[in-house]
Every structure is written in C-alpha cells, then in structure tokens.
C-alpha cells in the first residue's frame, strides 16, 4: 500500500483535498482509506446508544458492525496517543491510504498552505515534505519542491501517481518505547 500524508494548518484546506483525491483515486479504481488525526475528546458515538452504553460501562474496545460498515472505538485508561505508524497497522489492505494531520510524523507529505490562515510554512524545516499544495503564490520561502494548485486535483493525484512506487508503505522497525 502506498501511504502520502498531507499537513497544514486549520483552515489550509486539507479536508477539501483529500476528499477531492479520494473520489479521483476511486474513480481510477484504487481503494483507499483515511487515517485523520483528531484533536482531544472527539465522540463518533451517540449517548444513549447501545456503543455508548458500553463505552460508559467500562469497555476498552466497542466494535460495531452490519452488513455496510464496521466501526471500532477504544477509550484508553490514560492519555495516550497513537502513532501515524500504529494507526496505519490497524487498516485493512489497500491501495492508498491519506494521512490528515500528523504534522510531525516522519512519512512522506504534501504541506498544504494558504497565505489567509497567517500560519508559517513548514516545509523548510520538515524534510518529509515532497511537495508543497497552495493557492497563494508566491511562497514565502523560495524552494526546489513542487508546487501544485490545491483547486485541482487532477495536477494532485497525477503527482502522486507519477512516482507512486515512492510512496509504497515500509512500516519503522518496532520499537515499543517510540510513541
């Protein structure tokens, strides 16, 4: 499976993109899934519901399922966080899988930047950033990276797909003490 993260600051755009190259990479037959980071207390599940119920009861692990879907919910005892690389391990196979967030995960990236949000570019610091997606030109910072246009996605997905081998998914060595 072949694994690109995208990063940014809120309100650069990232949800828009990914979900723009999910339908492209679907329509080219590809499977893909999504691994998103979340920040703090975010719920999927709904109270008084049967999981919720659960949940509340003490459950480490929920799994829901019918006949269209599946979900899995697991509420840690203590803050944890899990990594990009352990959260991959958890999907079942594919062809691509997007990563939303993860900033400062060591994976290969596109950094999406848009100069309204105020917020710096990261890619001068990050070297796992192999692009750079963005509606405002000029950057603030002059680089040899790509720069594409994050309105289309076709330019995106072709960058992508171009080099995809690039992108094929090699889990880090395990290290139980790496969080």
Known sequence: MKVIGFSGYSGSGKTTLVEQL?????????????????????????????SWRHRQAGAFEVVIASDRRLAKIREYDTIAAPTVHELIAELSPCDWVLVEGFKRAELHKIEVWRAQTGQPVQYPQDPFIVAVCTDSRPLPVPTALPVLDLNDVGTVANFLEFDSSRYEYQAPPHDPSAR
């Open 22 to 50: 999910i339908v492209h990479l679907r329509a080219a037959g590809q499977r893909v899934s999504v691994v998103k980071h979340a920040h703090h207390a975010f719920d999927i599940d709904h109270e008084g519901k049967d």
